[in-house]
């Protein structure tokens, strides 16, 4: 239990600039040998090409990502790099050993760098005619699903050009997928010269890093903005849409010139816990509570980043027992598995069927399902079927764990949530009523996530099994690419009414004292705790680890004379 005062931020230091890669595609004869990714294709004298702190480290050389379009497609031409018109979409990024892409966050996260790039598009294909270019999380990412992507379009009847930039909806702070124009009205075939600058900030929180984008050596961004990055990876993708070419990339360059701004300290527990369709586990306070809640997010990829297990994108559904802790999930082939504690589960240890056979839940037949959870209020589960026509969109509720791990004995409720992602019971009661009367109550506490990804509240299970319209939650697009969720019991907290109520000041100005009071509770100690920026870990404050009355009168510690921030917590 913890409360805290005031929030700041912290200004960003300056570091020296450094190289981090750079390749200017220059070859003494100007263009390769042959096509492909050999070293007389698109690798060609790279020893005389790259440059920068990662080539010093790792060898690095070029190869199909997304392998779709043929390697013919890729060469060196006039000193730059040229993809000629071929079906499928192409990706390809640096690699380090030939068939791994090279990951650049360790040189990116939580920096200020800057992407320098030249783009010529020449395509005459009457429906694709386009390439990218993006910051990516992974390898073979396409532009319509990065964090951050720039694409060049040459429009119809070779008229004009157009820049775009993309954006995904989990590193969107509104929301949905970002497709928009930021520069219209482009010379036909004329290259374009790019500088991107990125502040990277350390964090899967949110949406809290930004963005500029400068156009042919302008001095203003002609675009700029928020977004965050959910992973902790960076990946450098070049992404070609199908027959698009000839399309030329030139003098690639990434040059960090300082620090960016110091991520949120995130102290407080997360009882909420999402996973996404590729096996990456958010975490979250509460709907409304806490330092990472949800309502502070466009997208579940904005929490608290917990856990990868890839093996977890086709588990059916996830739940938690909190009278004995264990962590249920339904794989893919309807076996119930276990894990011991949520430290298991996060970590995929100790995992166990506790039992095999018929009856239990099926894959993609009438025994399968959309969701499931544990329900305080009977003390059993409930889940949401998936299958035929008979049963789909249908609530089974078991009154038993056994009952509930062999598929047994359900009391089934038809209803209509066919298309629903996943189901979870949540504890806490700070859900806030966002709908028009009468379905505007706060405290929902049965959430299910619609075919859509829109994240719902409904305050009792029978009013959900009865109408989608009794919710009384909503939050567009939170849950898109998630597939399953499930919440922990939550603490009651009591407010201390922690608050600061008097300052005392030398004859220079300087606060010396500072009374703080709280409303304690009985048979109960505390610790304060301090920081001078927020930013910066809370320090026990000396003489005031064991508290136990109100107002207390602190000596401000050095550091402290014109801004600082106090905690209470409470001890164990």
């Known amino acids: 239990m913890k409360s805290i005062l005031p929030i700041a931020f912290l200004i960003p230091f300056s570091a020296q600039a450094q190289l981090i890669f750079s390749d200017t595609f220059d070859l003494s004869e100007g263009s390769s040998n042959t096509t492909g990714f050999g070293t007389d294709g698109v690798n060609s004298s790279l020893e005389s090409r790259l440059s920068g702190q990662a080539s010093v480290d790792v060898s690095l050389s070029y190869y199909a990502s997304g392998a779709a379009k043929a390697d013919t497609a890729y060469s060196i031409d006039d000193n730059a790099l040229r993809i000629d018109p071929a079906p499928n979409i192409g990706s390809i990024t640096l690699t380090a050993d030939g068939f791994t892409a090279f990951d650049f966050g360790d040189d990116l996260r939580g920096k200020i760098y800057e992407i320098n790039l030249t783009i010529d598009n020449d395509t005459v294909d009457t429906i694709n005619r386009r390439c990218s270019f993006s910051l990516a999380t992974a390898p073979a990412q396409t532009v319509d699903a990065v964090p951050f992507g720039i694409q060049l379009a040459a429009n119809a009847n070779q008229a004009s050009a157009e820049i775009f930039k993309r954006i995904d909806a989990s590193s969107n702070p509104n929301g949905g997928d970002v497709n928009q124009s930021i520069a219209a009205d482009l010379p036909y075939g ?79 527990d997360r009882f909420l816990y999402f996973v996404g369709d590729d096996g990456e586990i958010y975490g979250f306070s509460g709907i409304q509570s806490g330092e990472v809640p949800v309502a502070d997010v466009a997208n579940f990829r904005g929490g608290f980043h917990e856990a990868s297990q890839f093996g977890y994108r086709e588990y059916q559904a996830f739940t938690c027992d909190p009278t004995s802790g264990i962590v249920y999930g339904i794989n893919l082939y309807g076996d119930v598995v276990t894990w011991p504690t949520v430290a298991d589960w996060l970590s995929n240890t100790a995992a166990d069927i506790p039992t095999e056979g018929d009856p239990r839940y099926e894959a993609f037949d009438a025994n399968s399902i959309h969701g499931a ?54 504890w806490g009661e700070d859900a806030p009523g966002n709908r028009l009367e009468p379905h505007n109550l706060a405290g929902a506490n049965y959430f299910q996530a619609s075919g859509g990804g829109q994240l719902e509240g409904f305050q009792t299970l029978a009013e959900y099994a009865a109408n989608p319209e009794n919710r009384t939650f909503q939050k567009p697009g939170f849950c898109t690419g998630c597939i399953a969720a499930f919440a922990l019991p939550m603490p009651i907290i009591p407010d201390l009414h922690f608050r600061l109520t008097a300052l005392q000041r030398d004859g220079a100005g300087s606060t010396t004292h500072a009374t703080l009071e709280f409303d304690p509770q009985p048979s109960t100690t505390y610790s304060i705790s301090a920081s001078p920026d927020l930013m910066s870990p809370f320090t026990p404050v000396p003489g005031f680890e064991d508290v136990a009355n109100s107002p207390i009168i602190i000596p401000v510690p050095s550091g402290f004379e014109t801004r600082g921030f106090f905690r209470i917590t409470e001890n164990p």
């Open 373 to 426: 959870s544990y329900d305080p209020h009977t003390g059993g589960f409930y889940v949401v079927y998936e299958g035929d026509a008979t049963i789909d969109g249908d609530i089974g509720e078991y009154a038993t764990v056994s009952d509930f791990i062999t598929n047994s004995n359900a009391t089934i409720t038809t209803s209509t949530y066919g298309g629903n992602l996943l189901n979870f019971y949540y």
């Open 190 to 268: 004329e290259p374009v010269e790019l500088r991107l600058v990125f502040q990277d900030v350390d964090t899967t929180i949110g949406q809290l890093s930004t963005y500029e984008i400068y156009l042919n050596d302008g001095t203003t961004p002609i675009d700029s903005g928020n977004f965050g990055i959910s992973l902790t990876s960076r990946y450098l993708v070049f992404d070609i849409a199908p027959n698009s070419g000839p399309i030329h990339f030139d003098n690639l360059s990434v040059t960090v010139t300082g620090d960016a701004p110091e991520p949120p300290v995130i102290t407080d």
